[in-house]
């Protein structure tokens, strides 16, 4: 019997010292696209420091921010990434959780590509090509819309290559995929005249809606998984993050949109039409219980790190200018509470 309760005070003590030692560690989720850029940091800090590398896990961007929101307890992530910007029902549900002071830091940009592989034909894309290519809903030519009849990327332009339309792309959980919509598909929306005559409810379904016919394949939060695909199928697009055109561009090849290529300078400067900011989220909450978000902070908006000749370059993160750098590092060192 001794022997029995000996053995579960062990039990629990191992239970129990795991729970803790699990709180020494800063644990980060949310955007696929940040990830690299988060993940690399983490790794500096751990090397620099005497602090816990922190565990950093791919969750996509609203499902980050769904975990995050869930209360303060330290059992809940302590920082979220987002390759979009905080939505205000989702600041509202963490405060019904419990999470009432959040600091918001911007890292810098990133341009979502369409991209195919190397061994095709590289695509020059308008965002009326792409509205036209994966739209569930189309403009009819009579004022009204219709279900999206163009199978072919010659049925959208005659210019563009005669092979059915194939785009491998984020799930809406993904904020490359809101901000997609927000940028690509509703700025190809836009060049129809009848869509200023909507209703807002109406003009956002009509502008954001992907066909779901399989024209476009959902392809999950793993961009690395996407960019596979497409060296294996030759007439197929990908959209995903610029970091990752960056870093596969042996393999893959960024279309044009609008005539823009998505390159570094084009990016910085927002004359590619599809651009976007990139941020994480902190818990202030989890600031002194949690060891090391602080100096975890301080490593992320450090000049070396997200500077323009920062390490975080050479992933592919497009860098702030110096006022915005500034204002973000500051907001970082202070833990400054979120305002929308």
């Not at 497409?230 to 993050?241: S, W």
Request: hydrophobic content about 40%; glycine content about 10%.
């Amino acid at each position: 019997m001794t022997m029995k309760l000996t053995a579960t005070a062990a039990v629990m003590s191992a239970l129990v010292a795991g729970a803790a030692a699990a709180q020494e560690r800063i644990s980060i989720v949310g955007s696929s696209t940040v990830f690299p850029f988060s993940t690399t940091v983490a790794e500096h800090f751990g090397k620099a420091t005497d602090f816990a590398t922190p565990v950093v896990e791919s969750t996509g961007s609203g499902g980050g921010l769904k975990l995050f929101c869930a209360g303060a307890g330290l059992d809940t992530p302590d920082i979220t990434n987002a390759s979009r910007r905080i939505k205000a029902s989702e600041v509202a549900t963490c405060a019904e959780n419990g999470v009432t002071e959040i600091t918001e830091v911007k890292i810098g940009y990133d341009g979502i590509v369409m991209a195919n592989s190397r061994e095709a034909v590289p695509f020059e894309l308008t965002l009326r090509d792409i509205f036209l290519a994966l739209a569930a809903n189309v403009p009819d030519g009579n004022g009204g819309t219709m279900p999206n009849p163009n199978a072919t990327w010659a049925d959208v332009n005659p210019a563009l290559p005669e092979i059915r339309i194939e785009v491998m792309g984020p799930p809406p959980t993904s904020g490359t995929r809101d901000a997609f919509s927000e940028l690509a598909m509703e700025g190809g929306c836009d060049t129809f005249e009848m869509v200023e005559a909507m209703e807002k409810a109406d003009y956002k379904a009509f502008c954001h809606t992907i066909r779901e016919d399989g024209a476009y394949i959902e392809a999950g939060e793993n961009d690395n998984l996407i960019v596979q695909k497409l060296t294996a199928n030759p007439n197929a697009l990908g959209i995903f993050g610029y970091s990752f055109l960056e870093q596969n561009a042996d393999l893959v090849q960024g279309s044009t949109v609008d005539g823009v290529a998505p390159e570094f300078e084009a990016i910085a400067s927002g004359d590619y039409p599809v651009s976007r900011s990139l941020y994480f989220y902190v818990k202030n909450a989890h600031v002194g219980q949690v060891p090391g978000i602080e100096e975890f902070l301080a490593e992320f908006t450090a000049e070396d790190t997200w500077g323009e000749y920062g390490y975080l370059t050479e992933k592919g993160l497009i860098p702030m200018g110096e006022e915005e750098m500034e204002q973000f590092a500051d907001d970082a060192a202070n833990l400054t509470p979120l305002s929308m």
